[in-house]
């Protein structure tokens, strides 16, 4: 059987992001189809990870939709949180339909994929000092608006509908970091 040429791209997309999008862009003009593998889907409403897998993909469809592409060349994919080994790398991809290669720009995961045999490219960062999930997530919680700059329309538009901006305000609270035990009580 002759698959089409698919490449995985492998992240949190916490949240899904122009920078993510513009490389997946690229990768569609070397690749047929797509994989988003959303990492670290059992985690959810933590200040690092904030939306659910679910959230993510839905972003991820209405993005892709939004520039245009062919919806049927895009697969979505979720992996658990996993702990960083060899054996979680064969997880990553038995999670995922047959690819040639696999995009990702973690470090760490990236060498343990490559030493488990696969083929592992590093996309170039478009514009990362502006266009990265953390800088994202810190406007959001500081409720500025910046952050839909930096995120497709209907992405942005999918984030009001869940009330992210709320959701990271809270999550990033000193109050919610105390009931949490992640900070020092002066009590």
Known sequence: MKFPRRAIFFGRFQPFHKGHLYVAENILKEYEEIVFLVGMSTESHTERNPFTAGERIEMIRLAMKEAGFDLSRVITSALPTLEIHIASAHHAIYASPHSEAIFIGNPIVSQILREAGFNVIVPKPYKREIYNGTLIRRYMAEQNDKWRELVPKSVAEFLDSIK?????????????RHILGEENSLD
Do not use: H, V
């Open 164 to 176: 992210a901006t709320e959701r990271l305000k809270n999550i990033t609270s000193p109050s919610e």
